[in-house]
């Protein structure tokens, strides 16, 4: 079970750190990703963190603004949120995979947590 929170209502140019929670003790044999969804639009991938946290990827639209870390020994991956958009607006949701490396497809990802609101305005 993945647990995400962190999210909430910032102005454009402000942070944000999302966390999620994963419950058992097999969180360190999983891929983990962040994926948003807007209104009206389809869920995309945001970055993704191997096993031991050695590699990352980042989807273009947030490389160099958002961070993805994770800390096995608490169960927890973070995606820390720089000098956010309005079109950054999306319900953002931790998954975890079982593959042995990072994929950006959402089917990939075989737990999926129940999702944290981001509101930027402008």
């Known amino acids: 079970q993945l647990q995400a929170s962190g999210g909430g209502l910032v102005q454009a140019g402000d942070s944000l750190r999302l966390s999620c929670v994963a419950s058992?003790?097999?969180?360190?044999?999983?891929?983990m990703g962040w994926f948003r969804q807007a209104p009206g639009k389809e869920r995309e991938f945001v970055a993704a963190i191997t096993r031991n946290g050695g590699y990352i990827e980042y989807a273009d639209s947030v490389k160099g603004r958002f961070t993805i870390s994770r800390e096995n020994a608490k169960n927890t991956v973070y995606l820390q949120m720089n000098s956010l958009k309005p079109e950054d607006t999306a319900v953002y949701s931790c998954a975890a995979s079982t593959q042995p490396t990072i994929y950006r497809g959402q089917y990939l990802y075989n737990y999926w947590g129940q999702g944290t609101q981001v509101t930027v305005s402008s």
């Open positions: 058992g003790r097999t969180f360190s044999s999983y891929v």
